[in-house]
């Protein structure tokens, strides 16, 4: 064989050496991504969401609450001023730790270990002693799981096969069901929801609205039903609502249902009622808007049935001698019969510079100028009357009516138009100042029945000088002008933390429906304490 030969084979058996090694390479690699498909399969597999949570929760609970986003929303919540200025010194605390958080654990284990969506269900509204936590882990989580048997503190307690753990810090029992972990305090409930028969577990409709998607991006939503005997329960039966906190404001939503004994004492105003449309309230720290569907005389009759004291004078009794009084009294009634059905009050400010201090109060009601000013026209002192006396009068300049009292301005009533309205106020000076100017006629956002709004620090303010006054004057019982001023510098504080709050209820159909809406004075710095962990 020449040498060229030779080479040409040798270097042949060389490319198909190289080849086979090649060949080699390829099928490790194959095997490599084989075992990753295998590997991942089996984590997929032992990872899935094999078990639902219904199954776990049982019908007929107290409460129903969903809990969404429970570990970034409860930094959002500690971090809202708003709720620690609501709270005691010592609940805000407490509450403040709670949120923080004091677990041992890495915060990456608990994202893993706490899902998006969490439910608290119970029975006991007094103590929670009874409460089941369920919280759908993530994939990794669910791993994470399995390695409880090498965390001290620990201890396993099979409970007839149902394989429970306990944690002993914090006094919990828990259980793995498919990626659910669920966890409380009382084992015996523990057991119970994990052992419920398809007759006991809670309906799928109900499921669904628990499970349903925020629809404002509610943090808290739920559904509590009240026994008589629990706090509010005598009022009423059955509550369910959405909550959403952070540092700029505290909005709440709900629905309830009156219980029997106040459907029936609540008959009088809120029968026939449905959700009307509010004007604003005159301008003031405290304004109240309602609108009941009824005239103000109604309302007002309804108001004295319900608090079993009535609100406007009796008539006489038929022979008695008529008055200038009574005269006046029964026109007044009339009048209220032509007012409504909204009907607006505030209060404007608090006046220190009378015998006493005295509130500013305004009421405006819907009325029918021309009516109202005719009848307005009609309420005249006796002739004999003197100036000082308390008769109303009514000036055909102004085209107001007004009753001299014992005092300045401040507590001299004032009627007088007031655009669609009727104003009525304590004062004469804050009359002439609202009669002055067009009222606010652009409606409130949302319809309802009962409108509330308050500025806390005005108000707050208002009541500290007022009562720094009477202490100054030995008549706040209980206080010294020191201690007084002590304690009002902790209302204010709190008060400070918010701009204004404003409520909204509506009844229809035996049900009451709520927004509570909460904005934080971005001027006052946060005082919201410091969270553990």
Not at 242 to 247: G, I, N, P, T, V
Not at 480 to 501: D, H, N, V
Request: proline share 8%; aromatic share 6%; hydrophobic share 40%.
């Amino acid at each position: 064989m020449s040498e060229a030969l030779r080479g040409y084979e040798a270097a042949g058996g060389t490319r198909r050496r190289r080849r086979r090694r090649s060949f080699r390479g390829f099928k490790g690699l194959g095997n490599f991504v084989l075992l990753c498909v295998v590997v991942a399969g089996a984590f997929l597999w032992i990872t899935r969401d094999s078990y639902s949570a219904r199954r776990m929760i049982p019908a007929g609970q107290a409460y129903n609450i969903a809990l969404a986003d429970l570990i970034n929303n409860s930094s959002s919540i500690a971090g809202s001023s708003i709720l620690w200025s609501l709270l005691p010194g010592e609940k805000a605390a407490e509450a403040s730790q709670a949120l923080g958080g004091n677990s041992d654990l890495p915060p990456w284990v608990m994202n893993n270990l706490i899902g998006r969506t969490c439910y608290l269900i119970g029975n006991d509204l007094t103590n929670q002693q009874d409460y089941l936590f369920i919280s759908k882990m993530s994939r990794v989580g669910r791993l994470l799981s399995w390695a409880d048997r090498f965390v001290p503190g620990i201890e396993h307690d099979r409970a007839g096969g149902l394989q429970l753990r306990h944690l002993a810090k914090g006094g919990l029992y828990y259980a793995i069901r498919g990626r659910n972990l669920i966890a409380s305090p009382s084992r015996e409930a523990l057991i119970h929801a994990l052992t419920l028969t398809e007759d006991a577990m809670l309906s799928p409709d109900a499921m669904a609205s628990l499970e349903a998607k925020p629809g404002g991006a509610e943090q808290v939503r739920g559904f509590v039903a009240l026994p008589p005997d629990a706090p509010g329960g005598n009022i009423v039966h059955t509550v369910s609502f959405a909550l959403r906190a952070s540092e700029g404001e505290v909005h709440a939503q709900w629905r309830g249902v009156l219980s029997e004994a106040w459907a029936a004492r609540m008959a009088p105003l809120l029968s026939g009622a449905s959700p009307q449309t509010l004007l604003p309230p005159p301008p003031g720290m405290l304004g109240i808007s309602a609108n009941f569907g009824k005239q103000a005389n109604d309302v007002a009759a309804a108001l004295g049935q319900i608090t079993g004291k009535p609100l406007l004078p009796e008539p006489p009794a038929e022979g008695a001698p008529v008055t200038a009084w009574t005269r006046n009294a029964s026109q007044l009634q009339g009048l209220l019969g032509l007012l409504g059905p909204g009907i607006r009050v505030s209060c404007h400010g608090v006046d220190l510079n009378e015998l006493v201090p005295v509130p500013e109060l305004v009421a405006a009601f819907d009325a029918e100028p021309a009516i109202v000013e005719g009848l307005l026209a009609q309420l005249q002192a006796p002739p004999d009357a003197k100036p000082w006396d308390s008769y109303p009068r009514y000036d055909a300049q102004t085209r107001q009516v007004r009753v001299p009292m014992f005092g300045g301005p401040s507590i001299e009533p004032t009627f007088g138009v007031y655009g669609n309205s009727l104003l009525a106020s304590s004062s004469a000076t804050v009359a002439a100042e609202l009669l002055g100017q067009a009222p606010n006629a652009q409606p409130l956002p949302a319809r309802g029945n009962l409108f509330i709004r308050i500025e806390p620090l005005p108000c707050v303010q208002a009541i500290a000088d007022a009562g720094q006054l009477l202490c100054e004057e030995n008549l706040l019982k209980g206080y010294t002008s020191e201690t007084f001023s002590e304690a009002s510098k902790q209302w204010l504080e709190r008060a400070g933390a918010i701009q204004e709050a404003t409520l909204n209820l509506a009844a229809e159909n035996g049900e009451i429906s709520g927004e509570l809406l909460i904005k934080s004075n971005a001027s006052i710095p946060p005082a919201a304490p410091a969270a553990a962990g």
